[in-house]
Nanobody
Framework: VQLQASGGGVVQAGGFLRLSCEAS????????VGWFRQVPGKERDFVTA????????FYADSVKGRFTISRDNAKNTAYLQMNSLKPEDTAIYYC????????????????????WGQGTQVTVSS
């Protein structure tokens, strides 16, 4: 599956952005989707993930209550709604997908995802 992330940009603190992750090539509904973020010189951190059906979602503590992940399998697209953005949310955001994730603990591990998008820059100014 090929993934295309979009929707990044520059926003003031307290603002919002909506990222999209559009998939092509294979049956999107078979894949769990995760969002990760990375700043230069640091590891790629888990942000949120959603099961293939959309029934289960997972969030990093730092974004709970502010970010919401969703998916529309008919459109082959997953979304990340980011509200109340903070300067520390500044990073490159990557979407990832995999069809073999079965356990809750696996959703937050970058190594469990076999497919990655190219990343989209999110910059939050103070």
């Amino acid at each position: 599956v090929q993934l295309q992330a979009s929707g990044g940009g520059v926003v003031q603190a307290g603002g919002f952005l909506r990222l999209s992750c559009e998939a092509s090539g294979r049956t999107f509904s078979n894949y769990a989707v995760g969002w990760f973020r990375q700043v230069p010189g640091k590891e790629r951190d888990f942000v949120t993930a959603i099961s293939w059906s959309g029934d289960s979602t997972f969030y990093a503590d730092s974004v709970k209550g502010r970010f919401t992940i969703s998916r529309d399998n008919a459109k082959n697209t997953a979304y990340l709604q980011m509200n109340s953005l903070k300067p520390e949310d500044t990073a490159i955001y990557y979407c990832a997908a995999d069809s073999t994730i079965n356990y809750s603990a696996s959703y937050s591990r970058p190594s469990r995802y076999g497919y990655w998008g190219q990343g989209t820059q999110v910059t939050v100014s103070s």
